[in-house]
């Protein structure tokens, strides 16, 4: 259950998981070719990228947004092939391309490969210090050691203007294996929560798609309003551990329900009745 809100996130995509995340060395080697079909992107902007990528069987070629770590937004890219098998030469073939590629591996189109989201179990025992000779610092002698054995360089508050309990909640970026650290972080229950991998937003012919769907107010106290023309024919509410809460045709009982629940985050899907689904993050204060 709890990547079933990953899985949320992605509308109109397919569900292949055989893919590879890269970080390009320039925002200007980014660009994918569209062929006509929404997300469904199978080329690069560069030839040499093309020549590396194309033999492989690419189903996917697109721009992986929302990573937390800014000086990496716009750069990753997603690449989905017809046959895992051939992940591995892929990798190597992409890493000889240095110039242009700056990092590849294994990746899924639902999450990056190097992000965690982390709920403290106390906003106060946890809190970021900054950096030591690049690694994140924190008040914790236990996760600071773990962050030097994972080497965490960035470790920041998701929503440092919230305040409050939302203070417990970090995004955590590494030059590591994330499922390691994720073990790690997971086993020292007494100071951290939860850890959820970081999950992505997709593009549109390398553009971010505009929703034709808006909820306020967000962050909300007992109910919040969805905006839209289009006709919703269910909601699915999430929490940030992926239980899901509710799975609905009724407004009223989403209404009911969301004024219920405790202060936190949590994830509301919506699917339109032309196909589309849409997930936005909830805060309730």
Known sequence: MKRLYFLLLITSFGFAQNGVEIRLTDISY????????????????DPILNSIIQPYGVTLYTGKAGHPYNPYSARIMQINISNSLNINQLILDLQAYSSVVEYAAVADQFTFSDALDLELTDPNIGMSTGTNNGVATTNDTGLNQIFLDNNVFYYSLSYPSLGGNFLKYYNVVCNCNLSQLKSQLDNYSNIVNS?????????????????????????????????????????????ISGKLLINTNSKNELDKLSSQLNSGIYFLNLKIENGQNSTFKLIKE
């Open 30 to 45: 980014c660009g994918a070719i569209p062929n006509g079909t929404l997300y469904q992107t199978t080329e690069s902007t």
């Open 195 to 239: 850890t959820i991998p970081t999950g992505a937003v997709y593009l549109s012919n390398n553009q971010f798609r505009k929703s034709t769907v808006s909820i306020s107010p967000n962050p909300f106290t007992t109910n919040f309003n969805i905006q839209t023309d289009e006709v919703i024919s269910n909601y699915s509410l999430i929490d």
